[in-house]
């Protein structure tokens, strides 16, 4: 005995596809890009060990990783 398939959903609009996304899907990443963004262009405030900055190490490290 086979069974009932489900009805076909309808085709995407003729203009292409469309999707709408939640408010927050679009600002909860933007405002955590923002925050983070924030704490790297301000380290004056951070209270961190004296030596060469963690960033430029960062960028070194993985720029000798890619140039191998």
């Not at 927050?24 to 961190?48: D, G, K």
């Not at 060990?49 to 960062?58: D, E, I, K, N, R």
Request: proline share 16%; charged share 5%; glycine share 8%.
């Amino acid at each position: 005995m086979p069974a009932p398939t489900p009805p076909k959903s309808p085709g995407p609009p003729a203009g292409g596809v469309s999707i709408r996304l939640p408010w927050w899907a679009v600002a909860l990443p933007a405002a955590a890009f923002a925050v983070l963004l924030t704490m790297i262009l301000s380290p004056a405030q951070a209270h961190a060990a004296t030596g060469a900055p963690v960033l430029g190490q960062l960028v070194e490290y993985t720029l000798r990783l890619l140039f191998r």
